[in-house]
């Protein structure tokens, strides 16, 4: 039975890989996968995975700006679907994980409470 994440992985085959690597290993600021825990660290490793806060914002970022020389070309299922397979392979989705506009703000992503507070007097945190 295809799930998601295998259309995800259809498409990311396809469309994807060839910049960001069959696995989302990609080539140095490519990469989409990997590096959890490693913000901070002399090898500090930014993907979907280890940097992004929150996942509808990987959603809205690949809705908008990818593939990088098509954006806008896709559906917004086949951007849920692409974003499910990068986020199961960052391991924080199961293969069989349906990903829509109600699962997706759920699911936790590593780097959630990563980001400081606005230090600048002007704007009032809400947190
Ligand atoms: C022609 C090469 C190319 C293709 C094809 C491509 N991308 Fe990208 N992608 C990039 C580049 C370059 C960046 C960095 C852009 C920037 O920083 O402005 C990027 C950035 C991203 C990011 C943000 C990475 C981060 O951690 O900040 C995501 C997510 C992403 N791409 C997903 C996709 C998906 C999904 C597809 C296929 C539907 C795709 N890309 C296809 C070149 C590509």
């Not at 660290?41 to 593939?67: C, I, Q």
């Not at 974003?83 to 759920?106: C, R, S, Y």
Request: hydrophobic share 35%.
């Amino acid at each position: 039975m295809a799930t998601e994440t295998v259309e995800g992985k259809e498409i990311f085959e396809r469309r994807c890989a060839k910049c960001h690597g069959q696995k989302g290993e990609g080539a140095d600021d490519a990469a989409l996968v990997g590096g959890i825990g490693s913000l901070g660290k002399p090898k500090e490793l930014r993907t979907v995975g280890s940097f992004w806060p929150h996942a509808p914002g990987v959603w809205d970022y690949v809705n908008r700006a990818m593939p990088f020389k098509e954006p806008g070309s896709m559906t917004a299922d086949q951007v849920y679907a692409v974003v499910a397979f990068i986020l199961n392979l960052n391991g924080l989705v199961e293969v069989q994980d349906e990903m829509n506009a109600k699962t997706l703000p759920k699911v936790k992503m590593p780097n959630r409470d990563g980001f400081v507070k606005d230090p600048r007097p002007d704007v009032k945190a809400k947190r």
